[in-house]
Structures are given as C-alpha cells and as structure tokens.
C-alpha cells in the first residue's frame, strides 16, 4: 500500500528533527520539524473526544490565512484522516458556512473551533487525501477530490522539474490552500523537508525584507506581485537569495518580467497548470515570460511525469500520476506545441456566442485585442442588453476610440465588440488570476456609463 501524505510527513520529521521547517518573517518566531510535529499533537489531542472520533473520513472546511495555525489544523486533519476543504481566509463567514454545505462537509473549523454543519458521511477509506476548491469561469465552487497518490505525485513532479530540494527555502505569500500553494510551498516541506519563510504582506518592501531574513532561494509567485515589485524602489540587495523566481496564476506582461530581470537579476519562469491536474507546464530557461513575438502565452514544456496528448482544434489532455479521477484531464484551453517541446496557450475553448446567427470564439477577439499595441490584458463576453453583440474589457492606456479603430482593420466589421470598458488593470482574485465576476460587473455597467 502506497504511503499517505501523513506518513511522508512522519518520515520528513524522523530525518531532521532538529530541521527548520518554517519562519514566520515578521515575528521572526520559527519552528524545527519537531516543533511543528508537536504543534499538531497538541491540537489533536485538544479536540473533543466527539469530535475527533467522527473526524475520520469527513469533510473539513477551513479559512484559516497563512501561518502557523494553518499549518497546524491542515496537518491535524489529515493525521485524524480527515478530509480539509480549504478556503480563502477573507471569505465572510456566511460564505463559508454556505461553501461548506455545498460541499458536502460535516465539519467547519471556524473561530478555533470545530463545528458541525451536516451529516457525517460514509467513510471512504485511507486513499482520499483533500479536497481543492475551483471557482473555474463560473464563479460557482466545485470540490474536487484527490487522493495521497496523486498529491505527492504533483508534488514530486514539481520539485523534480524545478529543481527544489530539501536544502531550499520557500519564500510563501501565495495562500496555501490553493492549488499552487499546494503544489509549491506545501508538499515541498512534506515531502522532503523544503523549509517556508511565511510573509504576511505581499507589499513588496515587505516580501524583500522576508526575503533576508529568511534566506529564501525559491519564490512562487502571481504577476501582480512581480509588478509592484518592479515599481517599487526595493534594493537588489534583498532579494540575492533567490535563485529561482515562478510566476503562476495568470498571464504575465513581458515588459514586466523583462524590468524585473533588468532590476534584480532573475529570470521569471512561467509555470501553468490547473487545479485539476497540479502542474502541466514549467519554463526551464525562463525566457518564455520574455516574450519573443507570435500569438499566445509561452509557459515552457511539461514537468517530468507529465504528457501531453493532442486533439483537433489545439485541444490537449494531460495525462499524469497526480491527475485526479483517472488521470487525464482537458483543460479548457487550446494550445499548440513546438518542435521543441515549448507549449504556448492559444486561449480558452468552448467560449462560443451567436452574432447575426453566426459563431464567434471570444477568444479570438481577445487574441486579436491583446495584439494591440498597449494592451495588456482582454476579456471578452455576450453584450448584456444588445442581442447580437459583443462586450470587451481591456486593461490598456489607450482609449476606446483608439483600439476601436485599430481592431477594425483586424476583424470582420460584425466582429466587432458594441461594449467597450477600459481600464488600467484588470481587477484580480486573491489567487492572483483575474476576477472573472468583477470584469462580468464592469461590462454589466458598462451602458450606464
């Protein structure tokens, strides 16, 4: 029988006890593998002998942020065999309680507690590890369930592609509860003993200071934040500890990672990869965030383990050990493969409208947006008060008028959008990829403008 997470975990612990396992930046207050190992056995054994006995095999919803109470109650849930549902921290409570019906869980650690909030469930064995949750275009969770296997296998893959070892140090502000964060900061120190420097404030004076105290060398990240780093006057200095700069979540501009290569040395190298599959893609030499001209987004060749299988149309499935289900899955996004082995996504699939009785791919029109000069970001959808139209948001420094009449001479005139909004950035979710709810709410109010 294939080892649990747990069991890894232990085995972590028994190689260096004595270990790092993580730092708190701020407080500067840090934990060996043993004192986090005791911070687990302390929380277990505070919980109400009711409660822990119908923990085994249950769903466990909690919104706790980064630190060490995470780390602690993510880590106790599983050594009871529980199954954690972790959520966003800044969700309200009302919404939490409401996440945790719809997916079917019979606990809700909430406040320090543990509460109950629906039926216990039919236990299903030691396989089933955790449950991630995506929102995907919809805005609506979905819970998907993975087992041990196929989260050390993403874990595994990760750390083997990008070369993070046991003697690396994590600098950790994405939450890691997310599939990212998972797949980066978590599994790395269970695993193998990865170490994470835990900062509180994405502010980038802040990350860098994180940065030296905590020696970090390896630092998984969102493009938002690279850019406020690059505009930032943090000194290079701070961040010379750093080996390895990964950018997740969303598209990154190449001017920005070109100014944050000029400015602090490092190449940032383009991860991809979806909740339900772990990590798909890794830039090894981290010029794909660069650019280099041509359509799409470069975001490298697949991880070790991973395989890629081709359909009409740029569609693909991923096929890996830590895939859920029966391991393959096609993502929603088209996308094509060079001679090399290089992946460059072409935009998302099944994103068709009706204009005048004809189909139109939005993302098409997004593809022919982003070609503009000065745009940096496109979203497309159906017209929310006009039948037969299209409405755009566009993160650029021109105007409307402008970008009106440079897509003219790119797409057919019924083509083109009736709704324009223009904006400087594109408003983004805590996991540092767009807000797909805010940008349908600057299109709904579009007209009254």
Known sequence: MEATLVERWEATVRRGRGSRALLAAESGRSWTRAELAKEVAEWRAALPEAVRMGLPGQRVVLAVPNGIVWWTVFLGLLSEGAIPVALDATEP?????????????????????????????????????????TSGSTG????????????????????????????????GIIPFGHSYGLGNLVLPLILQGTQVVMAESPLPQALAAACARGGATVFATVPAILKGMVRASVEREKLATLRLVISAGAPLAADVAAEFFKKYGRRVHAFYGTSETGGICFDRSGEAALGGGGEGVKVGAPLEGVRLHWRQGGRFAV????????????????????????????????????????????????????????VRETFATAHPTRADALAVVVAADADAAVLKNLLRAKVASWEGPGGWVVVREFPITARGKPDMARLRALVAEEPRR
Request: glycine share 14%; aromatic share 4%.
């Open 140 to 171: 609506t969770p979905r819970a998907l369930v993975f087992t041990h296997a196929q989260m050390i296998a993403d874990g595994t893959q990760i750390c083997a592609t990008m070369g993070i070892g046991p003697a690396d140090v994590n600098l």
């Open 319 to 374: 096929e890996s050990a830590a895939v859920r289900g029966n391991g393959k899955f096609s993502p929603p996004d088209r996308a094509e493969i060079d001679a090399t082995g290089e992946v460059t996504l072409l935009g998302r699939t099944r994103r068709m409208v009706k204009i005048g009785g004809r189909r139109l791919e939005l993302g098409e029109i997004e593809a022919a947006l982003k070609a503009l000069p000065g």
């Open 93 to 133: 409570v009302e919404a939490q309680r409401t996440a945790a019906k719809a997916v079917g869980a019979t606990w809700w650690w909430y406040d320090g507690r543990m509460e109950g909030v629906g039926e216990r469930r039919a236990g299903r064995g030691r396989d089933l590890c955790l449950l991630k949750l």
